[in-house]
């Protein structure tokens, strides 16, 4: 079966950094170590609020990513400035709250389509890919569609926060249908979030996907385990569930 990627988000390698205002450890040796382990792109999200990654990460990174980067942001003038201006290979426009944990849901593309079109073509017009970060919902896909987006990234979150077996495999069977969907309508189709070791063998299995974007799992069992070993580790589960 065909292969899947994995792209490695290192916000919570410099979540560690900030904590102490140390210069380390730096998401760039991280990405380094990544890309070494197996990795197939480097995510990173500058929020706005700057929590993590910094725009000085994001000016680093793109000067030494190996592979690809996938840069994660609001849609707001001044994200998409700061895209046009390091043109990642890769920008992923995702909701944002001031005061959340993490993201909790995907992107109403269909409620700001004139928005999330010109967004879209902004982007494309930097020669960058743009992918929406949506849930498996056949209205924000056909709004994907519209805004010309060629990526999606499907929001795993419900289906990673599942508390009991059966309400996992009800929020699995949501995911397949809305990504079935998705790909049937010409999309390249991604996924993340909350993803970790015990749970990513079903999504992984789903052969429609492309790409998945898995962070805070790996860098909590970096370290333990280091970050090469955990990289290597997860890439491992992906292909196995691929076989
Ligand atoms: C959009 C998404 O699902 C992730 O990139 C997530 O936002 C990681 O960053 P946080 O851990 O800061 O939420
Ligand atoms: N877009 C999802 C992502 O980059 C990683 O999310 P998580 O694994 O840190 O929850």
């Not at 569609?145 to 499907?154: L, M």
């Amino acid at each position: 079966m065909k292969e899947i990627l994995l792209g490695v988000n290192i916000d919570h390698i410099a979540t560690l950094r900030n904590a102490r205002g140390t210069t380390y450890p730096d998401p760039v040796h991280a990405a380094e170590v990544a890309e070494r382990a197996g990795a197939d792109g480097i995510t990173v999200h500058l929020r706005e609020d700057r929590r993590h990654i910094t725009d000085r990460d994001v000016r680093i990174l793109k000067q030494t990513i190996q592979t690809r980067m996938n840069l994660e942001m609001a849609v707001t003038e001044e994200m998409l400035l700061i895209a046009e201006q390091i043109s990642p290979e890769f920008c992923c426009l995702v909701p944002e709250k001031r005061e959340e944990l993490t993201t909790e849901g995907g992107l109403d593309v269909a409620g700001n389509q004139s928005r999330m079109n010109t967004a879209c073509a902004r982007l494309a017009a930097a020669g960058i890919l743009v992918s929406l970060f949506i849930d498996a919902d056949k209205k924000q896909i056909d709004a994907a569609v519209a805004a010309n987006a060629p990526y999606i990234e499907i929001h795993t979150g419900q289906y990673a926060d599942a508390s009991n077996p059966a309400e996992q495999q009800k929020e699995l069977d949501i995911l397949i249908e809305g990504i079935q969907y998705a790909h049937s309508k010409g999309l390249k189709v991604n996924a993340g979030h909350g993803l970790h070791y015990h749970n990513v063998k079903p999504i992984a299995a789903i052969p429609e996907l492309y790409e998945l974007n898995i962070g805070h799992a790996i860098i909590a069992r970096a370290a333990f385990d280091g970050l090469h070993q955990a990289v290597a580790d997860m890439r491992r589960l992906m292909q196995e569930a691929r076989a």
